[in-house]
């Protein structure tokens, strides 16, 4: 339900009530709002310096900086963000800034650029994203309790995974009791960052970006029936691209294994899955 008021300054005043104080819309400079994976309104003011203003003033010459770092974080982590698209579904919260904020301490590493200007070479220590949630409601880990063997090798761009004998209650514990569950796993690759005269650009310049991945999932299967053990191959990332010698070729990208357990329920003769129901993760990096 809308409700339209005045304000004392005679300004528009439009929200939606939620519950009994709660709203979101615009009070004057004032705009209040939810994102998903929040329960509480974010309040926010308008107004602020100009963008030519931050983009000439010496007194913004810090700013800038950040802004051009923020901008070389924002364009890897896209590509993590790419990499993990089938997993969209399953997440909770947005992750974006979260993802984010972890380069900033590879950016810091590198201490031969002056701020603004720092590499993003996410190749040296690709373990930082190893154990990344996209759920915070449900992590994987929460769903399925024993972890995952695997092996994830950037030689041959191949991938494993070994799935434990999933036993309902015991070590498999399905959120609001869904009937039906699938697994996806993804390889993909992720460029590091290079900062020159154009800003950020991965090692082979603008539009060549060789971020890829690849995509499996499982049948859908019935969740009280568990599911045995079960060890599974992942080798097609080394069609993309040409083939495993032209990636090979590339010494600044990291190799990503990422995986998500969704659950569905029968709509109409057919399995759909739930969205934002689940857990997913990026389960190794190499």
Avoid at 248 to 276: D, N, P, R
């Amino acid at each position: 339900m809308r409700y339209f008021f005045n304000t004392p300054l005679n300004l528009p005043f439009m929200a939606k009530f939620n519950a009994p104080f709660s709203f979101t819309g615009t009070v004057s400079n004032i705009s209040v709002y939810k994102v998903r994976g929040s329960d509480t309104p974010i309040v926010r003011t308008k107004g602020g310096p100009t963008k030519r203003q931050i983009k000439t003033k010496p007194s913004f010459e810090i700013t800038r900086k950040n802004n051009m770092e923020f901008g070389g974080r924002a364009k890897i982590a896209g590509q993590v963000l790419y990499a993990l698209r089938p997993l969209k579904y399953l997440g909770d919260y947005n992750t974006a800034g979260p993802l984010n904020s972890l380069f900033i301490p590879i950016q810091e590493l590198d201490t031969e650029h002056e701020k603004g200007e720092r590499n993003i070479v996410l190749s040296k220590n690709p373990g930082l994203l190893q154990g990344f949630n996209l759920n915070r409601r449900t992590p994987f880990d929460t769903i399925v309790a024993n972890p995952l063997a695997y092996t994830l090798s950037k030689e041959t761009l191949t991938a494993s995974i070994t799935f434990p004998a999933l036993i309902p209650g015991i070590n498999f514990f399905v959120p609001e009791k869904y009937p039906w569950y699938k697994f996806i796993v993804i390889v993909g690759t992720v460029e590091d960052m290079f900062y020159d005269s154009k800003g950020y650009q991965p090692q082979r310049g603008y539009g060549k970006e060789m971020n890829s991945w690849v995509l499996e999932e499982s049948d859908w299967m019935t969740v009280h029936a568990g599911a045995p053990a079960v060890s599974k191959q992942y080798t097609k990332l080394g069609d993309c691209y040409g083939g495993v010698a032209e990636i090979a070729k590339l010494s600044s990208y990291s190799l990503l294994l990422a995986v998500g357990i969704a659950f569905g329920t029968m709509q109409k003769g057919q399995i759909e899955m739930v969205k934002y129901v689940g857990g997913g993760k990026i389960l190794g990096m190499a």
